[in-house]
């Protein structure tokens, strides 16, 4: 029963980046690699605050806004200085990792003890006895749904709606006499803020930040996205959100396992295979819009 | 008004692929004139279209809009002022997004496009009346997404969402050249409609000769970069199918076809 | 339509797997007496001559695989994420004793059986104030204990003075990511200067990093020591390769490294500190003390290795009587 409510635990904190990735990755057609920095950086600000006895609920607004920071940077280097969508990421990647080290001090930044989201006096008042268990289960999912929830919401704005169009037809966007690229910095900004914002419940809940804690988060990023995308494609009825939280879950649930079966240096291999298991199941490639007028 | 002057744009300077587009080229079109250009492939219709539009830049000229100079000119900035429909029907809408959706996102045109919800509801009797004009049965099918709609489906939408706020000028680049003779029919038809009642001042390139000889006001007919042909009003009325097909055949024998 | 049944089964599948494997391992864990599950942070030569040794250690004290004790070895592939679910499938399997190797899995381990009353022994953490597993004063923060490989600097500075008596500068590589190595290059910094020495530091970022750091270092320097440090140690053939053929020598860290051609190392024997951790594990898991009872240790006494072949190589005379001292002495590199 423990092992299922880490895993959900777990997958929520990871869905959450997913809705990030699943901004980039579906809506804005954008391979985004800044997710490995910029999920670190969210936990490399709140160690550096939580540190210095800032209030822990404040280090996910302030997380969320890093992270839109550096979505900025990377949509700037992208769409003003013209560099492929790829490579704007790794090179944002690449900065954000001296600047995590930097903004946490060292590489590995404990907060035992430390006040955190999940340990506080409030929350412990709400939850003891048996419900301790749960505690960090259900605040996750409470911050997971109101993310999907805030960010279903704003899809359906008109600021949304030309989010969507842009990833979907570019062209369609210019003729509304809107920079296209603006909208994608925007979409850059809000999907880094959730990755970041993910950064931080994940480094509460670890209670340490650790520099290599980005390493593959886009791969598992992906994999929530494609499970969750694939899987739920029939069910009109689900959200692609949704999907995506869920889709996380069951990805972290393929971990469980496989830490179960398999030895632990197979891992990497067992998360290709799936994800190329997946791929092809799924085979739904974005038909996007393009040719020249 | 639009106006092109001494325009000149090259491809791929410098290289041995090198080719001149346009050397000096000029063309005024007025307020309220629907033009109509024909001309064989590699003419310099679709360039000069996105010339205008700011979709590609130009060497030197200069490109004036009511007099004012927008050579400089973003085109998304151009757009406030233009609408245009492409030959791809997949360019003028968004396919994951359903019909309403669209043509939501369209009718902000020009406004701010914020935190306000997405779907006016007020408007979608507006849209429903719009759509039920074009007798395509997508009255019905607001929900439903464009992605799924077929090529004629899609442009008269695409037609539609270029129109829908008030613009100036209408660049239609071979929007009915995708299309199965009796879909063209209607979309041409719809076109003719749209401009007469908003009065624009529209552009179209077309291949289909007659359509380009039964539409509009004025008629050109571009060859190498150049003007070959200029008629309008009167002049216009009394050009025929057989007369443009001649000037083609002559032209085909000077370049050895 | 097939290929989305195919999908459904799949996950289905790995569903059902995630509920049958927490059940299974449930009913195992009845048979032994102690069941312990061992989180290791990589894979790593150090490491796993930890890993051995605690078991050992354990050995020795009567608690025996197979016979009283049963192992639950995961590896979480140098991944924090990992490290942490590895811990918390210990917890809800309900071992006796978790015990983390390296810091990542310690403090993993620690953070998982925080509500639990789980005892959690680590090893190879290099500073444990750093990490936060002891406090102020040294003492466990909570029902966690173990044994730290920090460096024996000190004797290792000093053998470095009794080598190359005419030594000047001291080069130091070291990966600007890895917490041990930035605070061990911090206390070399503090005590070079005792011993009449200038350590030179280089940072690196990744093992690419690692050939052109080094050569650059080999030029300014009279010798290099080496730390801990995954990254460096890892690349440590290329390092010796290039200081080889400028005839500079290098110091190592622990025992692997002085097998392998470091000229000496005033160092750590992992074996030594796992059995050390295995013995301090027994204490726990007998009932005789509890974690938070026990203070953290340090290797008793370090061990000085020296390689004669590598002296050889360099035309370095060490001292006879130094090398008499050595707990032991090689005469041979052994490829790695």
Known sequence: MNLIVTTVEQGLIYGILALGVYITYKILDFPDLTVDGSFPLGAAVTAALIVRGVNPYLTLLISFGAGVLAGVCTGLIHVKCKVRDLLSGIIMMTALWTINLRIAGTANVPIFGEESIFDNDNMNGIFHGTLASYKVCVIVLVIAVIAKIVLDLYLKTKSGFLLRAVGDNEHLVTSLAKDQGNIKILGLAIANGLVALAGCIFCQEQRVFEISSGTGAIVIGLASVIIGTSLFKGLTFMKATTAVLIGAIIYKACVAAALKFFEPQDMKLITAVLFLVILIVGMERKKKVKGNA | ?257 | MNKKMVAVLVSAMMTMGLLTGCKSSDSQSGDAEYTIGISQFAEHGSLDNCREGFIEGLKEEGIEEGENLKIEYKNAAADQGTAKQISDTFVSDKVDLICGIATPSAQAAFNSAMNSDIPVIYTAVTDPAEAKLVDDEGNPVGEITGTSDELPIKEQLEMIREILPDAKKVGILYTTSEANSVSALSTYKKLAGDYDLEIVEKGVTQTADISLAAEELLGEVDCLTNLTDNTVVNSLATILDKANAQKIPVFGSEIEQVKLGCLAAEGLDYIKLGKQTGKMAAQVLKGEKKASEIKYETISEPGLYVNTKAAENLGITIDESLVSQAVESFDEISAS
């Open chain 2, 1 to 257: 008004m639009l106006e092109l002057r001494g325009i000149t744009k090259y491809y791929n300077p410098g290289t041995v692929n090198e080719m001149c587009l346009f050397q000096d080229f000029n063309l005024t079109v007025r307020k309220g004139e629907f033009v109509s250009v024909v001309g064989s492939n590699g003419s310099g219709k679709t360039s000069m279209l996105n010339i205008l539009c700011g979709s590609i830049p130009v060497d030197s000229g200069r490109i004036l809009m009511d007099g004012e100079d927008i050579t400089r000119m973003k085109e998304y900035m151009r757009n406030r002022r233009i609408g245009r429909v492409y030959q791809n029907t997949a360019l003028g809408t968004c396919p994951s997004m359903t019909i309403l959706e669209n043509m939501s996102l369209a009718d902000n045109k020009g406004k701010f496009y914020g935190l306000g919800r997405g779907i006016h509801k007020g408007r979608k009797e507006h849209y429903r009346e719009l759509l039920r004009q074009l007798n395509l049965g997508l009255e019905d099918k607001m929900d439903v997404k464009v992605g799924t709609l077929s090529g004629g489906q899609r442009q008269a939408i695409a037609l539609l969402m270029s129109t829908m706020t008030p613009i100036d000028f209408l660049i239609l680049d071979e929007h009915t050249a995708a299309l199965d003779p009796k879909t063209a029919e209607i979309i041409m038809e719809l076109t003719d409609r749209i401009v007469k009642e908003k009065r624009l001042t529209t552009i179209m390139v077309t291949h289909n000769l007659r359509y380009a000889v039964e539409y509009g006001n004025r008629m050109l007919m571009m060859h190498q970069g150049k003007c070959i042909l200029d008629r309008a009003g009167k002049e216009k009325e009394e050009t025929t199918v057989d007369m443009i097909l001649n000037l083609f055949n002559e032209i085909s024998i000077e370049c050895g076809n």
